[in-house]
C-alpha cells in the first residue's frame, strides 16, 4: 500500500530563462502519531463487531476504513504536478546568510495544492515554511536563508516538501535535491590602517598595468563585480556578451601576499587557525585593492598574478575559497617561497601557525604578520 513508484525529473525552462536541473529524490510515506490512533480505533471497531455481529459496528468499521484509504490516495496525489526552481547568489562569504529564493509550480489543471511544509537540510537554516493553497496553474515564492559555515565549493542543501493533507493521518515527505552550487569565500575584517601604512616595501613601481587610468588597454569578458561604465556597449552588441575595457596607467603599487599553507602533519595547527590565516589573507587583499594597490596572491599551489579593481576581488575570493592544505612538507617556515620572485613588490607573510606570527625571520628579511596586529576585533 505504501510502496509507490520513484520517478527522476528534470524542470523545464520558464519564460525568464532556464531553470536549474533538479530531481525528486527516494520520498517517504508515514503514519503520523494521529494516524496510528486512528488505526487502533479502527482495529477496536473491527474486534466490537466481529463479538457483537453488529450491522452498525461494520459500517462504522468500513467508513473509518473508507476514510482511512482516502487519506493515503490524498496525500499520494497532492504532491503530483509540483515543480520547483531554486535561485541562489553566486557566491557568500562564510558564515553570512545567504537568501535563496524558491519557487513552486503547481502544474495541475485544476487541482489546487494544499497544505504544502517546506524543511531545509541545513541545520543551521531557517525553520520550516507553511503554505497553505497554490491555485492550479500557479505557483507560490518566498525566500529561505541558508548559513554556510564551511569555506568553498557547496551544493545547495536538499529541500523536503511534505504534506499531510486532508486529514493529517498520513503523510508524504517528498526531497528535493538540485545541482546548483555556491562558492563561499572567506571572511573579510576590517583591517588597522596604521598597520598598512607601516607596512615596509610598499612603493610605487614606474611601468605601465591595467587598472583605472586614461589610456586603453584591452577588451576582456565582464566579471560579476566590475564597474558597469567600463562596458564597451557596442562591442557587446557585436558579440552578443558583456565586455568591458581595460585602462592603463603609468605607475601601480603592488602588494604579494604570500600565504604558507605547508601544514607538514603538525598537529598544533587546527583547522580553525588555517581558516583565520586564509581570512587574514582576504581581508588584506581586499583592503589594498580598495586602495588601488595591485594585489597578488602566492601559495605553494598556486599564484594569481597582480591585479586591480573589482574584477580582482572577486578574483582573489574566488581563490582563497578553494585554497586548501598543501600536501608539500618543509621544515622551514615559507622554505617553498623564493623571495626573489617578485623583487618589485611588498610582500606580506601569512602562517596558520600560531607559533610563527610575529616572529621575524632572516630568510625572508620581513615579519609573519600577526592576526591580532592587523585585524580589528
Known amino acids: 500500500m505504501f510502496r509507490f513508484l520513484r520517478r527522476g525529473c528534470r524542470a523545464r525552462a520558464v519564460k525568464d530563462g532556464p531553470a536549474r536541473p533538479w530531481y ?208 564597451a556597449w557596442r562591442a557587446s552588441a557585436r558579440r552578443g556578451s558583456y565586455v568591458v575595457r581595460e585602462l592603463a596607467r603609468q605607475t601601480s603599487r603592488s602588494v604579494a601576499i604570500v600565504l604558507d599553507t605547508c601544514l607538514s602533519g603538525d598537529t598544533s595547527v587546527s583547522s580553525d587557525d588555517f581558516e583565520d590565516a586564509v581570512d587574514l589573507a582576504a581581508s588584506l587583499a581586499v583592503t589594498f585593492l580598495k586602495k588601488r594597490y595591485a594585489v597578488s596572491i602566492i601559495t605553494p599551489d598556486l599564484r594569481l598574478e597582480h591585479g586591480e579593481g573589482n574584477s580582482q576581488v572577486v578574483r582573489v575570493l574566488e581563490t582563497l575559497a578553494r585554497v586548501e592544505p598543501s600536501n608539500l612538507s618543509h621544515l622551514d617556515p615559507f622554505g617553498w617561497y623564493a623571495r626573489g620572485q617578485d623583487g618589485q613588490a611588498a610582500h606580506l607573510y601569512i602562517s596558520p601557525d600560531p607559533r610563527q606570527w610575529g616572529r621575524y625571520s632572516r630568510n625572508l628579511g620581513a615579519k609573519v604578520l600577526h592576526p591580532r596586529e592587523v585585524v580589528l576585533a
Do not use: C
Open 24 to 231: 525528486w529524490r527516494p520520498s517517504g510515506t508515514r503514519i503520523r502519531m494521529a494516524g496510528w490512533m486512528y488505526l487502533l480505533s479502527l482495529f477496536l471497531v473491527l474486534i466490537a463487531a466481529l463479538n457483537t455481529d453488529t450491522n452498525l459496528l461494520y459500517l462504522i468499521f468500513g467508513a473509518m476504513l473508507s476514510l482511512f484509504m482516502v487519506s493515503v490516495a490524498a496525500v499520494r496525489w497532492g504532491m503530483r504536478g509540483l515543480r520547483v526552481r531554486r535561485s541562489a547568489p553566486p557566491a557568500v562569504h562564510r558564515g553570512d546568510t545567504a537568501p535563496v529564493s524558491i519557487r513552486i509550480e503547481n502544474s495541475k489543471l485544476l487541482k489546487s495544492a494544499l497544505s504544502l511544509r517546506i524543511d531545509s537540510g541545513n541545520p543551521a537554516g531557517t525553520p520550516s515554511v507553511y503554505i497553505l493553497r497554490i491555485p492550479a496553474r500557479r505557483a507560490a515564492q518566498f525566500r529561505m536563508a541558508e548559513v554556510f559555515k564551511a569555506r568553498g565549493v557547496h551544493r545547495l542543501p536538499d529541500i523536503t516538501l511534505a504534506t499531510a493533507f486532508p486529514f493529517g493521518l498520513i503523510e508524504r515527505r517528498v526531497a528535493v535535491r538540485d545541482t546548483s552550487e555556491i562558492v563561499v569565500y572567506p571572511r573579510v575584517h576590517a583591517v588597522r590602517p596604521a598597520v598598512l601604512e607601516q607596512v615596509s616595501g610598499v612603493r610605487s613601481i614606474p611601468r605601465i598595468v591595467r587598472g583605472e587610468g586614461d589610456d586603453f588597454f584591452s577588451l576582456r569578458d565582464y566579471i560579476p563585480g566590475d564597474d558597469i561604465r567600463q562596458v
